[in-house]
């Protein structure tokens, strides 16, 4: 089954508006998460990395304003996208690393249109 | 600046056959490499992984090679089979327990066809 749970699976929202997109880890603790982006055709792209109890740390070009980061406890990551535009219409995925193990799981990934 | 590239978009193998993806990195920081396997619209499944004092890692039909003098890995799946069709992604990252671990960098992705 997953180690990494995301939700919701996809989304549709209206110009404007803001969508929040929650990541768990199952059965581990992650005290740190990581948000990529994956436009059609492309490769994925690291957004941020969620840090738990500190501020997240975001990639050169992408916008902290914008793309809010909460990591509120050791098992949930959100990634709230603010004031959403069909540009921002894209596929959301994070991920968790399982030190134990040295493995690096991804949730199932969020479908954002913006219409 | 593509830091992990695979430069074959795409790979066609007849079932029962091998398949070897490659891939290459320019970042020597990088120490722990990882394969995964992706639907569209679905995040990355792993699949293997290798950190850098290792040059080769197996698992069942999955075996990855490191060449590290090379900075160059490769997936082999054999035998191959049609539900192996998929696109394949390696990525790679800082060391397990370092600051950076966790942190992928991926390459562009092999559309893998096995055909019957």
């Known amino acids: 089954g997953a180690v990494v749970s995301q939700h919701p699976s996809w989304v549709i929202c209206k110009s404007g508006t803001s969508v929040k997109i929650e990541c768990r880890s199952l059965d581990f603790q992650a005290t740190t998460m990581f948000w990529y982006r994956q436009f059609p055709k492309q490769s994925l792209m690291l957004m941020a990395t969620s840090n738990e109890g500190s501020k997240a740390t975001y990639e050169q070009g992408v916008e902290k304003d914008k793309f809010l980061i909460n990591h509120a406890s050791l098992t949930l990551s959100t990634l709230t996208v603010t004031s959403a535009h069909p540009e921002d219409s894209s596929f959301y995925i994070c991920?968790?690393?399982?030190?134990?193990?040295?493995?690096?799981?991804f949730g199932e990934g969020s479908w954002l249109t913006v219409v | 600046d593509q830091q992990v590239k695979q430069n074959s978009p795409s790979l066609s193998v007849q079932e029962g056959r091998i398949s070897i993806l490659n891939c290459d990195y320019t970042n020597s920081m990088f120490d722990y490499f990882l394969w995964y396997k992706k639907y569209p619209a679905e995040g990355p499944t792993f699949l293997i992984s290798?950190?850098?004092?290792?040059d080769k890692n197996e698992d069942g039909r999955f075996t990855v090679f490191l060449n590290k003098s090379a900075k160059h890995l490769s997936l082999h799946i054999v035998p191959s089979q049609p539900g192996d069709s998929a696109v394949y992604f390696c990525?790679?990252?800082?060391?397990?327990?370092?600051?950076?671990?966790?942190?992928?960098?991926f390459g562009q992705g092999t559309i893998l066809t096995v055909h019957p």
């Open positions: 990525a790679a990252s800082g060391y397990a327990g370092g600051t950076s671990y966790g942190k992928l960098t």
């Open positions: 290798i950190s850098s004092i290792k």
């Open positions: 991920s968790a690393p399982q030190n134990s193990g040295n493995t690096i799981y």
